[in-house]
């Protein structure tokens, strides 16, 4: 199983998880077909969901957990 722990990736990283040079990935981000964020001219990075998508693996979510109110009372609006 691939464990995605990095939030970006470059084109090389992605072209390895895919089997592909970096070229056919900068070449599907121009072609629109992977989502990427331009940060200059010749720089891209793609989403972790994105390599999730076109890995075919769903990420999961951290659960929300409610944190406790630490003993503080609510204030009493009816007195």
Same mark, same amino acid.
């Given at each position: 199983?691939?464990?995605?722990?990095? +939030? *970006? $990736?470059?084109?090389?990283?992605? =072209?390895?998880?895919? =089997?592909?040079?970096?070229?056919?990935?900068?070449? $599907?981000?121009?072609?629109?077909?992977? *989502?990427?964020?331009?940060?200059?001219?010749?720089? $891209?990075?793609? %989403?972790?969901?994105?390599? +999730?998508?076109?890995? =075919?693996?769903?990420?999961?979510?951290?659960?929300?957990?409610?944190? %406790?109110? =630490?003993?503080?009372?609510?204030?009493?609006?009816? +007195?």
């Amino acid at each position: 199983m691939i464990e995605l722990k990095k +939030a *970006f $990736y470059s084109p090389t990283e992605v =072209g390895d998880l895919l =089997g592909v040079t970096s070229d056919t990935v900068l070449n $599907y981000i121009h072609d629109k077909k992977v *989502f990427a964020i331009q940060l200059s001219q010749r720089t $891209y990075r793609i %989403p972790q969901r994105e390599l +999730a998508r076109l890995l =075919g693996i769903s990420l999961t979510m951290p659960q929300v957990v409610e944190k %406790p109110h =630490g003993g503080r009372r609510s204030r009493d609006t009816d +007195a």
